[in-house]
Every structure is written in C-alpha cells, then in structure tokens.
C-alpha cells in the first residue's frame, strides 16, 4: 500500500480529495491536514510515502512544507494540487522539493495516478505548465521577491527594512530593481504583477 497524507484547508475538499485516493486498492490515505503546520507534523510523524498538498493554505503554505521536508531530508515524496495554473508556481515548487504538481481541474484519475508516479520516484507534472516553466522565467531575486512581498502588504520602506534587518536604501534599491525588471511604475504594480506570474 502506498500511505498518503492530503492537506487542504477547505473541508469539504480535503474530504473528498481523500475519499477519492481511498477508492483506490492501493493507496492508502492516513492523515488529513487541515493547514500547513499540521500538514508538517503529521507527515514527520506518519512517515506516508507522498503528501498531496495545496499552496495557499494557513500557518503554512504547501511550497514551505515542501521546503522544509526537504531541508529535514524526508523521504515522503510531494505533490501540489493547486488551483494555479501558473508557470512561477510550478519553478517554485520544483525549487522546494515537490516531485508533482497538478492542477484541482484535472480528472480524478490523474491524482491517484501522480501519486503512484512519484512514489516510484518520478516527476508528474501538469505538460503544458511544464512547458510554460521552462519559458517563462522568473527575473527576481530572493532578496527583491521579500521586500516585495511585504510591499504588497502596503507597508512603508522604514517598515520593510525592519522586518528583513536592512537599511531602508537598500530596500528601495530592492524595490526599484523589481520594478525596473517588471516594467511596471510603482512597487504595488510590481507586487501585484509578481503575485500574477507566481512569483511571490
């Protein structure tokens, strides 16, 4: 049996993504996570074979799950099951660990049949978001993607450089940076455009 663990913060949904798997003779769902926090706990104490998790999720988002099962160096493979079909995501996903990404549009049978891939050991992966991946490139840096991600919240530059400990000219170097590499006019554009490619 492969063992599974399904983190969704919608009930409804995280019911019946399980419900589903269960149906499957060889899979095997033994925990279900309502965020990202408990996602991670249960998953480092049930040891499963794949966790299928979504991205937005509180506490914790799917990609920082991923990211630290892989900092831990734990064996439960990945899956995100988002509803983002945005090439930004898919990098930052492949970049924290994940070994699938699929999308909630997809039949039901594409899920069961991700989990058993990457149990295996390989990738499954939505193909035309593959293919926008590996086109579409993500021009920010680490540093410029936090400073705009706390733009975003429309806070001030003295704010930011607080948060993250540095001066606040080198956060507006950060931000005119983004906003030179977007092309857009202002760091709200910048942030609102990063968060629509999947950047952020």
């Not at 049978?109 to 989990?115: I, K």
């Not at 001066?167 to 942030?191: D, F, H, Q, W």
Request: aromatic residues 4%; glycine residues 8%.
């Amino acid at each position: 049996m492969i063992r599974v663990v399904v983190a969704e913060d919608q009930s409804m949904v995280l019911g019946a993504l399980a419900a589903l798997l269960d149906l499957e003779s060889d899979l095997e769902v033994v925990g279900r996570a309502k965020d990202g926090e408990e996602a991670l706990t249960m998953v480092l104490q049930l040891k499963p074979d794949v966790l299928v998790t979504d991205i937005e999720m509180p506490r914790r988002t799917g990609l920082e799950v991923a990211a630290e099962l892989q900092r831990r160096g734990s064996g439960t493979r990945c899956i995100i099951l988002t509803t983002f079909a945005r090439a930004g995501y898919l990098r930052r996903a492949l970049d924290a660990g994940a070994t699938g990404y699929l999308l909630k549009d997809a039949p039901a049978s594409d899920l069961a049949n991700a989990v058993r891939v990457v149990h295996r050991g390989g990738r499954s992966v939505d193909p035309a978001l593959a293919q926008a991946a590996w086109t579409e490139r993500d021009p920010l840096t680490e540093r410029e993607r936090q400073v705009l991600r706390e733009a975003g919240e429309g806070v001030t530059s003295a704010v930011i450089a607080a948060r993250l400990g540095l001066s606040e000219g080198t956060v507006r170097n950060y931000l005119s940076e983004a906003i030179a590499k977007l092309g857009v006019s202002n760091r709200v554009e910048a942030a609102r455009l990063a968060r629509q490619r999947g950047w952020l």
